[in-house]
């Protein structure tokens, strides 16, 4: 299962964080730091996977942003690397700008993320389903 | 105005904030902003304020107030504040909090919303952050919107099921019928929620497992028709119809098929076809592939399927991109350690599989080197046609990947080495050429030093019949291993290998004894203190104990792997080398004491038939006596508690009057303590007794301080010392101890082997 997903831009701060698996809101930090130093200093050559304390990290970079995702041992790594690709891939679809739309709606990307990945499982991974809920919210709250 | 336009306000704003302590001021106006407004209970800016308050929690700040905001915003009729309120409850309340108790209504009511939206909230957020209570109470419900009419619905569902299931396991039967039908699906979301619920069930239930069999071709069914189907736009990530599905599938059908042979040949099929037509050009391919392979190696399948799966891994190892490369050799890790009946019929593809891992090595990222190595030394070591094969294999690997070798495998290398009895004139003229090529690469270079040292006679005697004879003169062999020696690129573990070859070389070699002697007196003063110390040692065997110097450089026996002597084949060099760790508690070495270890070494390895390795000691022995820091390195064994309840004692020497008793404290199958008890039954006194112990290879040794070194006559006193071992590897334990003490004025220096150990007192 997938214990936690974050977004982190090259200075190592976190855009995004999601947990599905519990950790102590004061750990956490920590465990970000600690995972994003670990990619962060990863060279170009080195693969994604990274064997980190007792599960292991996918990790994907696109320009300036990093996407990690811990996963447990039995997850089959290959397969979440594609995932992180399809969850970027609905992101560039809904929001057509840059990161920095991204990173300034952070409330409708949360949004997404919860359609695409559920309690650490993946529930969705067709672009137009995830994102059908999002595009009649926003109808919802043109009228205003 | 939407809900996001104040936080992106506040995200530019903290954003913009130079130094962490202006962000911290930023954050902390904003939040006391917040918390007034919450406190007016008012207003349709609630959202907003919670929405930058989850932000702010992301970046690490304490959010807490924000918890009865949540379960307000929650019980909201607006779907824009309930959806805040309940991300909110997700990521600031868990179980812990009393704040979701208060949630447990709400997620009720909305649990019946005539909209699916609000139900999938509410849904998502029970199989976040729901306790036992919430999902024991919910748990009916959740199984009637699995039957819904709505796959939205369903398959979020399935996986709020997931999370209840998890935390009640006992609620597990009620959600089994329902999954079962849910199979028949045609979503694919509900279908992979139902996998997954499926999988969790027979994870925790082995009854539950034993039922879900019955659905293996109902599966088998789907994944056909995944793998067979065109192009649907729906699913295609690069040609694979729903990998992610897929992958799903064959964990389960992994799981159901483990161990039973029934559901095995159900599947056989489908992994044949799933394994030949999936296109593995993209890493979408790939992976459905590599779970093929998995689930392959793990459940009953026949052998060709298993050969099928090893030529997969094969090809992967060739692939151009790194995380594939990385993927195939864990796995051909994983499998040659655990299934070595299966990949024993396919030694040849695994053997061609290394041959072109070599190639694979040089491209592979650095960090997966290491492993790759030793994966490719254990592998070489199984599967190995000949003997000339695997030390070019080794050879080779060192050549291309030396760098990245553990140090563990040198030894092994040595040994290896050294059992290819008849290969040693080869193998010695190989790694010289390796060496006078390139010595940066500190593993070969180790071998390298070692073996010209070992073998050097066969080296300079030029003929060789497994390779072309090479004429190599006695002073292309010193000016080699100096080379070595004075480069900066040589590691103090190299040098002291240089050394040592250099020094065994005074007896293979004819002309230039001097100039070994030269070599060896410089290094007397050099700054590295453990080659210094071996080299004053090697003066004085040249000096006082030449009439030794023959034997104790001789050949070295072949060293059995498994017999207490293994070790990195190192001589009076090697053993110094483990000492390290004590040595830092030594002074400078003093003139009169190396001869003093000298002797001490060189006696117990010229009298042993299998050199010992002596592990690093944690002997807490003063100091002061000198004999005691020598014997810092072999361990003191000296009994702790002897006495009273005779336990059974073994006697293990006797002469002189003196007597060494061995006894079994305690022992466990990876370790024991021993005591070892000394007496005097002379007249006169005896002093300074040392006990030092060697043991094999695998084995810790801990010394505890021993009760004294001085046992008076007549039997009046006892000197005991505890010994703690080790053996998590279990091995045959054996034991070899010296014991050294005074008496009657002259020195007296004595070995024992102990083979067999008396059994515990209790």
Redesign the interface.
């Known amino acids: 299962m997938i214990k936690f997903l974050l977004m982190v831009n090259k200075q190592g701060q976190?855009r995004?964080?999601k947990y599905?698996e519990?950790v102590d809101?004061g750990k956490?930090?920590f465990l970000e730091a600690d995972v994003v130093k670990g990619c962060l200093s990863r060279?170009k050559?080195?693969?994604?996977?990274v064997e980190y304390k007792d599960f292991k990290l996918v990790y994907r970079q696109y320009a300036a942003l990093f996407i990690v995702v811990g996963i447990s041992d039995?997850e089959?790594?290959?397969?979440i690397?594609?995932?992180v690709h399809?969850f970027v891939e609905v992101l560039d679809k809904y929001f057509s700008h840059s990161e920095l739309d991204i990173?300034?709606?952070?409330?409708?990307v949360?949004?997404i993320l919860?359609e695409m990945i559920?309690?650490g499982?993946?529930?969705?991974?067709?672009k137009n389903?995830i994102l059908a809920?999002l595009l009649?919210?926003d109808q919802?709250?043109e009228p205003? | 105005m939407s809900p996001s336009v104040r936080l992106q306000e506040m995200i530019r704003v903290i954003r913009g904030a130079r130094t962490q302590g202006e962000e911290r001021g930023v954050i902390q106006r904003e939040c006391a902003a917040i918390r007034a407004q919450f406190r007016q209970a008012d207003n349709g800016t609630r959202s907003h304020n919670l929405a930058k308050l989850l932000y702010v929690h992301m970046l690490g700040y304490p959010a807490h107030f924000g918890q009865m905001e949540c379960v307000r915003l929650i019980a909201s009729p607006r779907y824009n504040e309930k959806r805040v309120g309940y991300l909110g409850a997700m990521m600031l309340l868990d179980e812990k909090q009393d704040a979701s108790l208060l949630i447990t209504n709400s997620i009720k009511n909305d649990l019946s919303h005539s909209s699916q939206y609000v139900q999938s909230l509410a849904l998502c957020t029970l199989g976040c952050m729901g306790s036992a209570e919430m999902c024991r109470d919910l748990a009916p419900e959740i199984d009637r919107l699995l039957r819904a009419s709505n796959s939205y619905i369903k398959k979020k569902a399935a996986l709020c099921a997931v999370h209840i299931v998890r935390k009640v396991p006992e609620l597990g039967e009620l959600f089994t019928p329902a999954a079962q039908s849910l199979l028949s699906e045609k979503n694919h979301g509900v279908l992979h929620g139902a996998v997954v619920l499926i999988t969790e069930l027979c994870e925790r239930n082995p009854d539950t497992l034993e039922q879900f069999r019955k659905v293996v071709p109902e599966l088998v069914q789907i994944m056909k028709g995944l793998v067979m189907s065109g192009y649907s736009p729906e699913h295609n990530v690069a040609g694979i119809s729903d990998p992610f599905l897929q992958v799903r599938i064959l964990r389960l059908l992994r799981i159901l098929g483990r161990n039973n042979d029934t559901a095995s040949d159900a599947m056989n099929d489908l992994l044949a076809q799933v394994a030949t037509n999936t296109d593995s050009s993209k890493t979408a391919g790939s992976a459905v592939l590599y779970e093929t392979v998995l689930t392959v190696m793990d459940i009953k399948s026949e052998s060709g399927l298993r050969v099928l799966a090893v030529n997969i891994l094969g090809r992967f190892l060739l692939n151009n991109d790194r995380n594939i490369r990385y993927i195939s050799m864990t796995s051909l890790q994983k499998i040659v350690q655990t299934d070595h009946n299966a990949v024993q019929r396919h030694r040849g593809t695994i053997v061609d599989c290394l041959k072109d891992q070599d190639a694979s090595v040089k491209r592979c990222p650095p960090e997966l080197r290491a492993h790759t190595t030793s994966g490719i030394f254990n592998a070489a070591e199984r599967y190995a046609p000949s003997q000339r094969w695997h030390i070019d294999t080794i050879l080779h690997v060192l050549t291309t990947a030396g760098g990245d070798v553990r140090d563990e495998t040198v030894p092994n290398l040595i040994q290896l080495i050294t059992t290819a009895t008849e290969l040693h004139c080869y193998t010695v003229h190989k790694l010289y050429r390796a060496l006078i090529t390139d010595i940066s690469v500190q593993s070969l270079v180790q071998v390298a030093c070692w073996c010209i040292g070992e073998y050097g006679d066969l080296l300079l005697r030029g003929e060789c019949e497994e390779t072309e004879p090479v004429q190599v003169a006695e002073d292309d062999v010193l000016d080699a291993l100096e080379m070595v020696l004075q480069s900066h690129m040589s590691s103090p573990a190299t040098r002291g290998f240089a050394l040592t070859a250099t020094m065994k070389l005074s007896t293979r070699i004819t002309h230039n004894v001097d100039r070994i002697r030269s070599i060896v007196s410089i290094y007397g003063s050099c700054i590295d203190v453990e080659l210094q110390q071996r080299a004053v040692e090697y003066n004085a065997l040249f000096k006082k104990y030449d009439h030794m110097r023959a034997a104790v450089l001789e050949r070295m026996p072949v060293i059995d792997k498994s017999s207490p002597g293994h070790t990195n084949g190192e001589s009076a060099g090697g053993t110094m080398k483990e000492m390290e760790p004590t040595k830092l508690t030594q002074e400078v070495v003093l003139p009169q004491e190396p001869a003093n270890k000298v002797c001490d070494l060189l006696d117990l390895l010229g009298g042993s038939a299998e050199p010992l390795q002596p592990s690093p000691a944690l002997s807490t022995t003063p100091l002061g006596p000198v004999s005691s820091t020598a014997g810092g390195d072999l361990l003191d064994l000296l009994g702790g508690l002897d006495v009273t309840p005779v336990p059974p004692s073994v006697i293990v020497y006797e002469k002189n009057g003196v007597t060494l008793k061995l006894q079994t404290d305690r022992q466990t199958d990876t370790g024991m303590t021993v005591t070892l008890t000394a007496t005097n039954s002379t007249d006169g006194d005896i002093t300074s007794i040392t006990l030092q112990a060697a043991v094999p290879k695998s084995v810790q040794l801990q010394m505890k301080a021993p009760s004294g070194d001085i046992i008076p006559a007549h039997g009046l006193g006892q000197v005991t010392q505890t010994v703690l071992l080790n053996n998590p590897n279990k091995v045959s334990l054996k034991m070899r101890v010296r014991v050294c003490y005074t008496s009657q004025g002259s020195v007296c220096q004595d070995t024992v082997q102990i083979d067999s150990f008396p059994s515990p007192a209790w």
């Open positions: 976190t995004l964080s599905y519990r809101i956490r930090p060279k050559e080195e693969c994604s996977f039995t089959n790594e290959l397969s690397y594609e995932l399809n990173m300034l709606n952070l409330d409708k949360h949004i919860d559920q309690n499982h993946i529930v969705e991974t067709n389903r809920p009649a919210l919802m709250s205003h």
